[in-house]
């Protein structure tokens, strides 16, 4: 069942992420035959204000009462990372009581304060990943993913992610029909997968070695040839044995790994600023054919690579640059 929806504010509640909810559940769509959902917006005090990120307040019909007998629990973002305990109580409660949990970008930090991630997988903001661990070390997290169905609980990343966790559960509740009329009258895609990365760039590793520091340079230089460890080690006067074990020490990561990495960023740049074809951003790159630049940008970015340059392609892209 998937009636009743209880959204949570609190103090410095994200409104757009919180409209993400009002706006799949809250909208009355019953003439175009979805079922009417009845949304109640619960804060820590019935009628008082939960200030916001943007200079406004948001006032909730409801107390903490208005979680009770709720289908579904839905924890809009917020700054916040302490929280009373009255509202982690009653999080618990409406969480043993069967209703399911889900968060969006930060409000994982809610659910995660009421011990509600312990053990459980998830998700939220790839910019809070490293704080949402070191505070709850035992949800299991997925750093890259767009949300996680984990049955009763579902956690999304950010911003428009928690349209997708929400849409997600609508058609896992009440099937493909409704949740495409509430997509269309959104003007969003119907179904995004929940394993799809999250669209962040990549950070380069750095090397801390002066040592090595060239022979990368050099390698950023001409991805486009084949670059083997032997040969690399070579060019860094080393043995293979010791220039694998010194890269993985300054990178945090293998050669091949660094490698195949560096080429789907330079894919990724060429995908975004050039319409050069696929069989040509793979050569340019180091992929050598369009099979394994498909391969290997999809295994990193989650996506095809003709998906990628739709959504990031900027327009007036130079041609065959």
């Not at 302490?82 to 809610?110: D, H, I, K, N």
């Not at 911003?159 to 559960?169: R, V």
């Not at 300054?250 to 696929?278: F, I, K, N, S, Y």
């Amino acid at each position: 069942m998937l009636s009743t929806v209880a959204a949570l504010v609190l103090p410095e509640v994200s409104p757009f992420e919180f409209g993400t909810i009002c706006e799949v559940f809250g909208i009355d769509r019953s003439n175009e035959g979805v079922p009417p959902f009845e949304l109640r917006v619960c804060g820590p005090t019935a009628g008082e204000p939960v200030s916001s990120t943007v200079g406004m307040s948001v006032v909730p019909d409801h107390g903490l009462d208005g979680l009770r007998g709720a289908d579904l629990v839905a924890v809009a973002a917020t700054r916040q990372r302490s929280f009373p305990e009255p509202v982690l109580e009653a999080l618990r409660e409406a969480a043993a009581a069967g209703s399911t949990m889900l968060s969006v970008c930060s409000g994982a930090f809610v659910l995660g304060a009421a011990g509600l991630l312990d053990d459980r997988h998830c998700t939220t903001h790839w910019m809070n990943v490293d704080e949402l661990r070191e505070r709850y070390p035992r949800a299991r997290i997925d750093p890259d993913v767009l949300f996680v169905d984990d049955g009763n609980l579902i956690t999304s990343a950010g911003t428009a992610a928690g349209i997708d966790a929400c849409l997600h559960l609508v058609r896992r509740e009440l099937g493909s029909a409704i949740v495409n009329t509430i997509a269309r009258r959104m003007v969003v895609p119907p179904q995004r997968d929940g394993g799809q990365r999250q669209f962040v760039e990549q950070p380069v590793p750095r090397c801390s070695s002066d040592g090595l520091a060239p022979v990368l340079d050099w390698v950023l230089d001409h991805l486009e040839v084949e670059h083997s460890v032997t040969d690399l080690a070579r060019r860094a006067r080393m043995s293979d044995r010791s220039f694998a074990r010194r890269f993985v020490a300054e990178t945090g990561t293998t050669p091949h790994r660094w490698l195949t990495l560096q080429r789907v960023l330079r894919a990724q740049r060429l995908l975004e600023d050039t319409d050069l074809g696929m069989d040509e951003v793979a050569e340019r790159s180091g992929f050598g054919g369009g099979a394994l630049l498909r391969h290997h940008f999809r295994k990193v970015v989650g996506v095809a690579p003709a998906d990628y340059r739709r959504t990031f392609a900027v327009r007036g892209a130079v041609a065959g640059r």
